[in-house]
């Protein structure tokens, strides 16, 4: 067990134990970071209010339990009963020197049995992706590779909205330009116009807007002439998809699309299931669903729309039958829906509704990873200069642009320019949404994301690469390097230290659904080592034992990095 925080819960709980009877064993030791030590343990002041005892004296009974021996070189208690804790540097050195040979790098398996289904990026079929996917997108494939990393199985499913009223109009504005100019419209990405152009005939056209009407009508009843028109929409925009997910490395395939349209067939069986157990019942000629707790401003229920007067399904019916799905034929035990955070309502309502109908239940959680909205710098929702929805392959070809020119004097062979700039861009672009918390917005800057200092893609890329560069010049592979890791400078055990909170972090990001939390980490990482290596010379290190220490904490810094990075779906080029 390297994680420091973990060995001294274990250590200050087993204290409390000891002097304080089995009775408080389940007290929390409350170990946390410290501006005194390296951490402190708060335990004492709780526990001074249950017992009706001095929070100090509490304190000193911990301290005079404790058994740190070999842990930490110092105990004190400060303030008013917090135990400040100092590490040994032999103990951080000996614990890095063990990371050396741990291909997990300290983070071991979790809940084995764990089935999560992660439903992100939300695509719709025909719709531009814009960069608030990006964020669902980034976000969520990077908590899916995490989940797997910790060894549990993940179903990704995108839900791609495939399904609805617009497609009579759409279909309709297919046949009228033809089916060959439509598709090739679509597959480059085209969609705004096109959606736009059908949109402009619908309110304009009497005619064009009752045929589309008629449309949905026979598309829903399954006709094979409109089932066809309606996959041309659909397989156009999945080339799209896929292009988009293979330039932004995002790991989502054809198999986890989850359409909407799979769960056509459960709709009936699910508003069925729903009106028998008295969940749902018929309002002004709708099925609705009214789940407790939720009420509008008027005091009324809100209703969940099942189905509506005229008997169409809609948003609330799929994702109704699709969370029944996920818990009862997939069987999973965490759902973790990454979605914007205006659709809160819609998804805790779904969540209501599943637990009122048995389907989620204590064998299950369900969660709204929510994500904040991305601003332009007047804090409303990104805009381009005429209003529109700001393409995300537009951001994505200037993030890459951008980045050509941060490097552009670095690399004279034009084709290693270009594999570096396209790495530099994207994962400046997907680190600028992972390393921010998904739920606060953020304003859409490219100067910043792109910045070679402070919390950024090329930062951490930048320190992996300078890691290279020192194994290169001296010859040898960082695989290699075995230590042992001794600390003799501060800034060896600052960047040691560090470098055993790795699986903490990913644990961390994996419980929270929050990929920010591990990006944090790695930035402090890179931080340490930035300012170890202005400090500490490595391979003009006169002394070799020294040497070889300094080389094994930059190889195991090069692979926290590396494999954090790849956590995050962020590339990492192997020079910058
Ligand atoms: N396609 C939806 C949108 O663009 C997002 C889907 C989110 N997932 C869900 N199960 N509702 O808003």
Redesign the pocket.
Known sequence: MADPQEVLAERVSAAVTAAFGAGQAGADPLIRPSQFADFQANVALPLAKSLGMPPRQVAERIVAHLDVAGVCDRVEISGPGFVNLTLSAGWIAGQATGLLTDERLGAAPTDPSAKVVV?YS???VAKELHVGHLRATAVGDAVVRILEFLGQTVVRAA?L?DWGTPFGMLIEYTLEVGEAAAHADLAAGDFTAFYQAARARFDSDEAFAERARRRVATLQAGDPESLRLWQVLVSASMEYLRMIYRRLDITLTDADMDPESFYNPMLADVCAELEDAGIAVISDGALCAFPPGFTGRDGKPIPFMLRKSDGAYGYATT?AA?IRYRLLDLKATRLI?V?GSE?AQHLQMTFAVARQAGWLTDQATAEHAKIGLVTGPDGKRLKTRTGEQVKLIDLINEAVERAARVIADRYDDPVLREQIAEAVGIGALKYGDLSVARESSYTFDFDRMLALTGNTGPYLQYATARIRSIFRKAGLDPAGAAGPIRITEDAERALALALLGFGRSVHLAAQTAEPHLLAGFLFEVASAFTTFYEVCPVLKADDPAVRDSRLALCALTLRVLVTGLGLLGVPVPERM
Request: aromatic share 10%; charged share 20%; glycine share 18%.
């Open positions: 439903d939300g695509p719709n839900h909205g994702d699709a829906y979605v659709q």
